[in-house]
């Protein structure tokens, strides 16, 4: 089992920057090399991925309509997943929630994620 706990959302203006954390726990998580993922969803939208990373080297993967603006990273040591968003939109505005499977691969897709935490809120403002 894997448990995420997203935090660092809010209401911030258009142009300004957020960090997400995903803090990961669980003794799958220790043992197994993960994929680990950033999706949104906002209202009456479907969710939608943002980035991908593999938990053992740092492959990155990105939507291309966040790519330049979003990063996503992971400190393993912390085990900890971060989204760094510059340059934030209204149309960012979303529910942002971190996902995790077995297995180092990218993936885009939701279905192929096992964990996921509970989400945190962001809302731009313009």
């Known amino acids: 089992q894997v448990q995420l706990v997203e935090s660092g959302g809010g209401l911030v203006q258009a142009g300004d920057s957020l960090r997400l954390s995903c803090a990961a726990s669980?003794?799958?998580?220790?043992?197994?090399?993960?994929?680990l993922g950033w999706f949104r969803q906002a209202p009456g939208k479907e969710r939608e991925f943002v980035a991908a990373i593999i938990r053992s080297g740092g492959t990155t993967d990105y939507a291309g309509s966040v790519k330049g603006r979003f990063t996503i990273s992971i400190d393993n040591a912390k085990n900890t997943v971060y989204l760094q968003i510059n340059s934030l939109k209204p149309e960012d505005t979303a529910v942002y929630s971190c996902?995790?499977?077995?297995?180092?691969?990218?993936?885009?897709?939701?279905?192929?994620?096992?964990?996921w935490g509970q989400g945190t809120q962001v809302t731009v403002s313009s």
């Open positions: 996902a995790a499977r077995g297995g180092a691969y990218l993936k885009r897709s939701p279905s192929d994620y096992d964990y």
């Open positions: 669980g003794r799958s998580f220790r043992i197994y090399s993960m994929g």
